[in-house]
């Protein structure tokens, strides 16, 4: 129960890596707060994690839009009163050459991995702050390393790291533990059918619960590459 006690805010937890660690921070303890867009998706979420025997909130979020955001951070703030690790987990990929990407998709995978990391630390960073909690990133093998045919989707997840290691200096006297995981393959939704068989949720998940709890404050600005 290396969590007992903690709010975890974990967004993106609909399905894939944000719910295996949202499942992971229950089996630790935590209560939980979930958002994704999807309504029908985060409810059956829920009531799954729910019968782990924590608190759960779940609140629908367009983690790219800030007044989402803001309501989303407000929820948890009023349910809960504190909050002690986010884990700013949701994105999106879009697979195209740079010559056949229009701006929308640009504009999407950007919004919602950068602008939307960004948005929802900001919005529980003063929450965070007071309890001397966590925030981790989850970035990908894409901010490591370039691939065709993904120029947004790894502009995004370097950019992720440009964000964190700013954001590790900016909170470091206040005690806050920052830290970016950087998955190779994980077996979801996302991962495109040739890339498959990839590592399991659960082993992000792993990582992610040791980084949120006994992980020592010293590991702060951390990149952890998770691609073997
Ligand atoms: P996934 O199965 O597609 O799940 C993505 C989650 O994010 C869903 O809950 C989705 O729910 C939510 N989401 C998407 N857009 C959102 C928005 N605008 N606001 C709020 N929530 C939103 O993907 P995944 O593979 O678990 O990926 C999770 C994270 O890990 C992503 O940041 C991804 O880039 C990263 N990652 C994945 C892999 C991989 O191989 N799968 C590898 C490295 C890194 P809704 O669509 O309902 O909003």
């Not at 697979?95 to 229009?102: G, L």
């Not at 995004?156 to 393959?185: D, M, N, W, Y």
């Not at 077996?187 to 659960?202: I, K, N, R, S, V």
Request: with cysteine.
């Amino acid at each position: 129960m290396r969590l007992y006690g903690k709010v975890c805010v974990v967004t993106g937890a609909s399905r894939g890596i944000g719910r295996a660690i949202a499942e992971r921070f229950v089996a630790e303890g935590a209560a939980v707060a979930i958002g994704a867009r999807g309504r029908g998706a985060l409810e059956a979420a829920a009531k799954a994690l729910a019968g782990g025997g924590s608190e759960v909130l779940a609140r629908p979020v367009d983690v790219s839009v800030a007044a989402s955001v803001q309501a989303f951070a407000d929820a948890v703030l009023a349910r809960f009163g504190r909050a002690d690790v986010l884990v700013c987990n949701a994105g999106v990929a879009a697979r195209a050459r740079v010559v056949d990407t229009c701006e929308k998709q640009w504009d999407e995978v950007v919004d919602v991995s950068l602008k939307g990391t960004f948005l929802v630390t900001r919005a529980l960073l003063p929450a965070i702050e007071a309890a001397r909690g966590r925030v981790l990133v989850i970035s990908s093998i894409a901010g490591r390393q370039g691939t065709a045919g993904s120029s947004a989707y790894c502009a995004a997840k370097h950019g992720l790291i440009g964000f964190a290691r700013a954001l590790t200096e900016e909170v470091r006297q206040a005690g806050v533990l920052v830290a970016t995981i950087c998955p190779g393959s994980v077996d979801t939704e996302m991962l495109p059918p040739e890339f498959h068989p990839g590592m399991p949720a659960a082993r992000v998940a792993d990582v992610a619960a040791f980084l949120a709890s006994e992980a020592p404050r010293e590991l702060t600005g951390s990149i952890i590459d998770l691609f073997g």
